[in-house]
T-cell receptor, first 113, second 115 residues
Framework: QQQVKQSPQSLIVQKGGISIINCAYE??????FPWYQQFPGKGPALLIA?????SEKKEGRFTISFNKSAKQFSLHIMDSQPGDSATYFC????????????FGGGTRLMVKP | DAGITQSPRHKVTETGTPVTLRCHQT?????MYWYRQDPGHGLRLIHYSYGVKDTDKGEVSDGYSVSRSKTEDFLLTLESATSSQTSVYFC??????????????FGEGSRLTVL
């Protein structure tokens, strides 16, 4: 049973476009929602994260939108660039529960020049 | 990667053989984690450690054991490897200075193929 469901599995976007990746979770005890970015041959790296007390967090071209009532959150990449081509994972964890992350299945993003 | 070294980075083995993957950290963190990554499943927690000789099971622990005899090393052992354990294995530690936030720093992974 996957507690964090991510969609789409793959995404192709033109340079300059907006990339949108969605995640839904089931466990209402989750209270921390990070996104990780992974390039081929590398480990995942933290990109941006949000807590459920805010509905949106923006860092540069990356924005997380959070809907607590719907138990959904999404990553928006504005002005997508070929260098953003990577696999993106949403995740969730419970604060003070040993940093254990539950991951979504991943989205492979390709940004075409 | 600074902070975590995984070895070996690549390994091909045969079904039924034992395999040990090593994770070495230089950050002196109490917590260490082993995840496996498979297409469509994201990363799934195998085992974690919260101190020397203190370990616990994760979501997909069957067929795996771990040991932590010193702070810097966390070993993952497949006692008798099976083809379903073909995967990329990642070790992780909490991001420096942030405890209990879900922010992890991952190693570069160990790709294991079981024939």
């Amino acid at each position: 049973q996957q507690q964090v469901k991510q969609s789409p599995q793959s995404l192709i976007v033109q340079k300059g476009g907006i990339s949108i990746i969605n995640c839904a979770y089931e466990n209402t005890a989750f209270d921390y929602f990070p996104w990780y970015q992974q390039f081929p041959g590398k480990g995942p790296a933290l990109l941006i994260a949000i807590r459920p007390d805010v509905s949106e967090k923006k860092e540069g071209r990356f924005t997380i939108s959070f809907n607590k009532s719907a138990k959904q959150f999404s990553l928006h990449i504005m002005d997508s660039q070929p260098g953003d081509s990577a696999t993106y994972f949403c995740a969730a964890s419970i604060n003070n529960a040993g940093n254990m992350l539950t991951f979504g299945g991943g989205t492979r993003l390709m940004v075409k020049p | 990667d600074a902070g975590i070294t995984q070895s070996p980075r690549h390994k091909v083995t045969e079904t039924g053989t034992p395999v040990t993957l090593r994770c070495h950290q230089t950050e002196n963190h109490r917590y260490m984690y082993w995840y496996r990554q498979d297409p469509g499943h994201g990363l799934r927690l195998i085992h974690y450690s919260y101190g020397v000789k203190d370990t616990d099971k994760g979501e997909v622990s069957d067929g795996y054991s771990v040991s932590r005899s010193k702070t810097e090393d966390f070993l993952l052992t497949l006692e008798s490897a099976t083809s379903s354990q073909t995967s990329v294995y990642f070790c992780a530690i909490p991001t420096s200075g942030r405890a209990n936030t879900g922010e992890l720093f991952f190693g570069e992974g160990s790709r294991l193929t079981v024939l």
